[in-house]
């Protein structure tokens, strides 16, 4: 186990490397001039091209450029925007309110998809199943601004049950909504999911043997159907974990929620690279570290499989 | 779209890409020499089996009609719509529907029927392209790296998790913005090829998964091990003998991603960043509508509902198609 894991992590540094590279590359190495717009109307005056060049290695190879802010990076330090802010400052502001909209998320798919997959599931064909079926088709086929706007428009403007818009500290239930809008695609995919995998294991060997020794019918499905049925789900919820936080510019939009979805959205289009590099390292870092912990995790539920 | 399904009942052969091999069997074909001709009389494969199935569900028959109206729409929307989609009366904006414009007006007194009818053009040559794009690369890294296992899979493996770490959105706006300026209006084929690559270059890997675990499983098969016993070349194997058999997993993940990606270039139009005028896309309107939406949602509702149906049409598709091949359902 701890071979594997340490190959694992091990496998992440070129992965890790690769993906920020790639977004450093496409940020930095744009042909034009990085300093365009960013003194007004005129042209930037040359002792502060002059500066900034020097401060952040624009005068090198991009290669150097790069590993010189990684290093900078591992320091713990994210830099500066060009106005002077403290990257990290801007991060450490904006990351709490995305991680409590995609834990959010993550609860009401997790809650509401295994729930709907376990009644359809264990029932078998009906009007339940159909019903399940067809509504996660619709969700499926949202995109998820459709579903932000008519939820906010029709809760938030008509029935005034919510705030249209989200402050800066936004409380779990201000978050609900959003959180809702966030998880919906996942919440579909999730009761497909624990569905499929139920009316696979129903048949299993092992739940015939358990009601053949007289069990309890409770206890065959929650102890020996359900353990086995949810192993993919629980790792589909893992990966999604670290796809929500990247995936919540578009609801972090519609609902004006402060987090890190708004504020990388704008430094991109601001080209404030610094912050952009730092945000999706952030991200990428997550993601990666999220994929490990379910690969980990599945050894753990699952004693049938061993990585050594 | 549908050639999957309707090539289906002729056996795997038309599924193999243009090969050089490919001119041999069509000549043994007439010749009747080789045992191909027999197999025609033998049970039905995997694909005549599952086209068998598919006739019967309904919910393949419903989304293929959808699909077949829609693509009627694409190639021509004149059938449906004799108004010019860029006719703007500012008198009329905003108009509700009525008889003379279904759908009503937008807010520069476009028909708003005809821009939908006009719309699905470029969103479905853009889930097209991007599909074919994704398809493409994924099929060919993925069986590559299933075929050869060992450092070549590790090491593509790896590349594909580069862009798998990616989120979706984050990476195609730093893609769309880092190759358009802000102070330029590019033109409209250049911005559906930038939207389709960066949609192809952001979802391959999840092809690629798909192909890579169908090429294992198919590599420990008889027939594989067969064929290589007969000294058949890895091109060969690969192209005669594995891809049309691992091609089933790929072609559902295909069918349902196209309805995805067209939610997706609508999701990039939403944002400013994909499609613009003069090009009409569903993405395009519903981005346009979005400051009206309280007063006017008639501007939101239609594009959105088309665009809905047409997604909803090809995962439809998708899931039946993935229910006939599955032989567990069975």
Not at chain 1, 158 to 182: A, N, Y
Not at chain 1, 281 to 290: A, E, G, N, P, W
Request: proline share 5%; glycine share 10%; net charge positive.
């Amino acid at each position: 186990m701890g071979r594997y894991v340490l190959r694992r992590l091990l496998q992440l540094i070129p992965v890790f490397i690769g993906t920020t590279f790639i977004i450093y590359a496409l940020v930095w190495a744009v042909p034009g001039d990085p300093f365009a717009g960013k003194c007004g109307e005129r042209s930037c005056p040359p002792s502060y091209v002059a500066e900034m060049t020097a401060r952040y290695h624009l005068d090198e190879p991009l290669i150097v450029q790069y590993f010189k802010y990684l290093g900078q990076l591992f320091t713990g330090n994210f830099g500066e925007t060009y106005a002077g802010v403290q990257i990290g400052d801007l991060i450490a502001n904006a990351y709490p309110t995305t991680v409590r909209l995609a834990v959010v998320a993550l609860l009401i798919e997790g809650v509401i998809g295994v729930a709907a997959g376990i009644l359809t599931g264990l029932r078998g064909k009906g009007f339940l199943d159909s019903l399940v079926l067809i509504s996660t088709l619709f969700l499926i086929s949202l995109p998820v601004f459709v579903t932000g706007f008519v939820l906010k428009v029709w809760l938030g403007t008509e029935l005034g049950l919510i705030k249209t818009s989200v402050g800066s500290d936004p409380s779990i239930g201000e978050l609900l909504v959003p959180g809702f809008v966030l998880g919906s695609l996942s919440m579909a995919y999730v009761a497909r999911l624990t569905r499929t995998s139920l009316m696979e294991n129903k048949r299993a060997d092992y739940v015939r043997t358990a009601t053949a020794k007289g069990l309890k019918q409770n206890r065959v499905v929650g102890v020996h159907l359900l353990r086995n049925s949810l192993i993919p789900v629980v790792t589909f919820l893992g990966t999604d974990l670290g796809a929500l936080m990247g995936g919540a510019i578009v609801t972090e939009g519609v609902f004006n929620i402060r987090g890190i979805g708004g504020l990388v959205y704008k430094a991109i289009l601001t080209k404030e690279g610094m912050t952009v590099t730092g945000i999706v390292t952030l991200l990428v870092l997550v993601y990666l570290l999220m994929n490990l912990l379910v690969d980990v995790l599945y050894a753990v539920l699952d004693p049938r499989i061993r990585y050594d | 779209m549908t050639e999957p399904t309707a090539s289906s009942p002729t056996t795997e052969d038309t599924q193999a890409p243009p090969a050089p091999e490919q001119a041999a069997p069509a000549g043994s074909y007439s010749a009747g020499t080789s045992a191909r001709p027999a197999e025609a009389e033998k049970p039905r494969g995997l694909w005549g089996d599952a086209w068998h199935d598919l006739v019967r569900r309904p919910m393949f028959l419903v989304a293929s009609v959808i699909i077949l109206v829609l693509l009627a729409m694409v190639a021509f929307p004149q059938l449906f719509t004799s108004v010019d989609p860029n006719h703007a009366d500012l008198l009329k904006s905003r108009e509700g529907p009525s008889a003379e414009a279904w759908f009503g007006y937008d807010l520069q007194g476009r028909d708003i029927f005809s821009r939908t009818v006009h719309g699905a053009r470029a969103s479905v040559i853009v889930g097209l392209l991007a599909t074919l794009g994704t398809v493409l690369i994924g099929s060919v890294v993925g069986i590559l790296s299933g075929y050869y296992g060992g450092w070549v899979d590790n090491l593509l493996s790896r590349f594909s998790e580069i862009f798998l770490g990616l989120p979706f959105v984050l990476g195609a706006i730093v893609i769309l913005t880092t190759f358009n300026s802000p102070q330029e209006i590019p033109s409209g084929t250049r911005v559906i090829m930038q939207v389709v690559t960066s949609i192809a270059v952001l979802s391959w890997p999840i092809a690629m998964r798909i192909m890579r675990s169908a090429a294992i499983a198919a590599k420990q098969q008889d027939y594989v091990k067969a064929a290589r016993a007969l000294g058949a070349t890895p091109r060969r194997i690969i192209l005669r003998h594995m891809l049309p058999n691992c091609l089933a997993p790929v072609l559902v993940y295909a069918t349902i991603a196209l309805g995805g990606f067209i939610g997706a270039e609508a999701t990039l139009s939403y944002l400013g960043l994909g499609l613009k005028f003069p090009v009409v896309s569903w993405g395009v309107m519903i981005s346009d509508s979005r400051e009206f939406i309280q007063a006017s949602p008639h501007l939101l509702l239609f594009p959105a509902g088309f665009l809905v149906v047409t997604v909803l049409a090809f995962v439809m598709l998708g899931d039946a198609v993935r229910d006939a091949l599955d032989p567990k359902q069975k």
